[in-house]
């Protein structure tokens, strides 16, 4: 089992580019979620999909993100206009249903300039 | 909302000493929530430590144990004797009652074992 995975491990873009983050969920686990990691705030929740179909965007930004689910194994977070403040860490997490243990990928680490 | 806190941002231990991680939670709902102490050792990525999803329980993983208060709202990580190989960031997280189990973390504790 390869684990959660997510590319590009690193990323880094200029003030107002678009970033594009991906992930593919352990094969067969049914709930998505995304986090972000910073320094100041720690890990905080953005969103969640449940058999592909959004669940719970409640901690995503209204602005410039949002973050899809075509299929069962993959999903994107797209920063729209990125700004510095959006540097973090954002990882992705699966489980096999709700409730059950959420395993990490390695994260992808953000750098706007 | 809920919230976890853990009250050191780094702990230093001498290796084959004890140690204790605080961490309480608040939670808004009637439901007892699910605990979790998850860590981050150098280089690799969050992994789940133990969990305990019923009140009064303990769980334990690699020698470590936590047992879930309800009557403190604390789920305090401990180990009898650390090893060198024990330095990483452990965080405590709750997961929400609810549609999501969204997990709800805490800022990390840093532990450094001295050989």
């Known amino acids: 089992n390869a684990g959660v995975i997510q590319t590009p491990r690193h990323k880094v873009t200029g003030k107002g580019q678009e970033a594009t983050l991906w992930c593919e969920p352990i094969?067969?686990?049914?709930?998505v979620f995304w986090y972000r990691q910073t320094i100041v705030q720690g890990l905080e929740f953005l969103t969640y999909?449940?058999?592909?179909?959004?669940?719970?965007d409640s901690g995503m930004p209204k602005e410039r993100f949002s973050a899809q689910m075509p299929n069962q194994s993959h999903s994107t977070l797209k920063i729209q206009s990125t700004q510095p403040q959006d540097s973090a860490v954002y990882l992705c997490?699966?489980?096999?249903?709700?409730?059950?243990?959420?395993?990490f990928g390695p994260g992808t680490r953000l750098l706007v300039l | 909302g809920d919230s976890v806190t853990q009250t050191e941002g780094q702990v230093t231990v001498s290796e084959s000493k004890s140690l204790i991680i605080n961490c309480t939670y608040s939670t808004t709902s009637i439901a007892y929530p699910n605990l979790f102490w998850y860590v981050r050792y150098p280089g690799e990525g969050l992994q789940l430590l133990l969990k305990?999803?019923?009140?009064?329980q303990k769980g334990s993983s690699r020698g470590f144990e936590a047992t879930y208060n309800k009557e403190t709202t604390s789920f305090h990580l401990q180990k009898a004797s650390v090893q060198e190989s024990d330095s990483a960031v452990y965080y405590c997280?709750?997961?929400?009652?609810?549609?999501?189990?969204?997990?709800?973390f805490g800022l990390g504790t840093t532990l450094q074992v001295q050989p």
């Open positions: 997490a699966s489980s096999l249903g709700l409730g059950d243990t959420q395993y």
């Open positions: 999909f449940r058999n592909q179909a959004p669940i719970d």
């Open positions: 997280a709750l997961g929400e009652a609810g549609n999501t189990r969204k997990l709800i």
């Open positions: 094969s067969g686990h049914s709930a």
């Open positions: 305990v999803i019923t009140a009064g």
